[in-house]
């Protein structure tokens, strides 16, 4: 008999059930989260469009008697507003050229945005940093006169310096002095405005002839070329190119990757010999430049004079844009031509449904309620898959 004992056998451990989505890039998992919550949004404005209508109210009075009558009304309500919607924003070339129109300020404004939030920023300044690139950019249009194409450019590289100087001034405070970037931003931007308003009252910036607040109208050398009759300028073509330089800046180049490595983990950074503080100061150039730039489109291209309303939301916008974009160049595109789409397809349907204008904006403000939440649209949406490392790129952002 062998005196030696057998070993027993380890048993092999439990196989385990496969995660969902786990061949999916993060990229991926992230637009599908994306696309849910734009869902979401749009029946809660259906909602909003039923509770609203004047049809439904009446269906809803005899409801008892002839249930289907409300159905039937509620559909009609939600179906006829959201295909206005659609027709307003992509019906004809005359519409997608309005819907691109409107998207190019919020896609340069928004990587502004995106651009600090990889750095680990939350820049809510753009709006003032759009003010200040589009007040150099019209005294460059309308008092300078200069050859076509040399105009425009030179036009364009004031509006860049103009929002780079005022986005500087944040980095610079942030990195010499510790102060927190959203609270200099918001200051900033009541002093864009207000500067702006001052400025307007003076005989440089005030159109002769004229005592309201507006400025001579930009030269035709320095305008955006347009496509036909329509308001699409060149400025969307810039726009596109913006995000391409942002995509190479942050992927690409030796300057990027101590941005995205700074925006990680500042200390971390800062212990591998980094300069936290010039990365924060070339982050808020470059965002300020390209919050300058969506101010040239507005008043080289869009609107031409200057007025105290030239920045309208477009600042404010480019942060639920970025948000939507989840700081990515693609993404903040993307998110850009949804929100111009919205814009431009709601007045259509204000004119045709006489619903109120306001609806798209309470839909773009709930897409960034659900993409802001992505446990939320889960637990709605079951078949999600989950993110690796689920809001990276907003934590990035939100906590540098």
Request: glycine share 12%.
């Amino acid at each position: 008999m062998s005196t030696e004992t057998e070993a027993a056998p380890v048993p092999a451990p439990p196989a385990k059930e496969p995660q969902r989505g786990a061949g999916l890039p993060s990229w991926a998992v992230q637009g599908l989260v994306s696309l849910s919550a734009i869902v979401l949004a749009l029946l809660v404005g259906a909602i909003l469009i039923i509770i609203g209508d004047d049809q439904v109210q009446k269906a809803v009075g005899y409801f008892g008697a002839a249930p289907m009558d409300t159905l039937s009304a509620a559909l009609t309500a939600v179906g006829e507003a959201y295909k206005s919607l659609a027709v307003g924003a992509l019906g004809g070339w005359t519409p997608i050229s309005e819907s691109l129109t409107q998207a190019t300020p919020l896609i340069c404004g928004g990587l502004a945005v995106s651009l600090a939030f990889r750095t680990g920023l939350f820049n809510i300044g753009a709006q003032g940093q759009l003010i200040a690139g589009a007040i150099l950019a019209s005294y460059v249009g309308f008092a300078w006169h200069l050859p076509p194409v040399l105009h425009l450019i030179v036009a364009i590289v004031a509006g860049l310096i103009g929002g780079a100087l005022w986005g500087g001034v944040v980095g610079l405070l942030k990195a010499r002095t510790g102060a927190h970037e959203v609270i200099v931003t918001i200051m900033l931007n009541y002093v864009a405005i207000y500067l702006l308003a001052w400025l307007l009252t003076t005989s440089t910036f005030q159109r002769p002839g004229r005592t309201d607040p507006i400025s001579p109208i930009v030269d035709s050398n320095a305008q955006y070329p347009k496509f036909g009759d329509t308001r699409l300028h060149v400025g969307f073509l810039v726009a596109l190119v913006a995000a391409v330089f942002v995509w190479w800046l942050l992927n690409r180049s030796t300057i990027g990757f101590e941005l995205r490595a700074v925006g990680a983990n500042a200390d971390a950074s800062r212990t591998a010999g980094m300069s936290v503080g010039r990365a924060y100061v070339i982050a808020m150039v470059v965002a300020g430049a390209l919050a300058g730039l969506a101010g040239t489109q507005q008043v080289l291209g869009t609107d031409l004079p200057l007025t105290d309303g030239v920045a309208a939301s477009v600042g404010f916008d480019a942060i639920t844009v970025a948000l939507l974009g989840r700081g990515t160049p693609l993404g903040t595109v993307l998110a850009g031509l949804l929100f111009g789409a919205l814009n431009a397809g709601g007045l259509q349907m204000q004119l045709i449904t006489q619903t109120p204008l306001t609806l798209t904006t309470v839909l773009q403000a709930v897409i960034v309620l659900f993409v802001a939440a992505p446990a939320l649209v889960r637990s709605i949406f079951r078949f999600l898959p989950k993110e690796r490392g689920v809001g990276a790129v907003l934590a990035k952002g939100w906590n540098g």
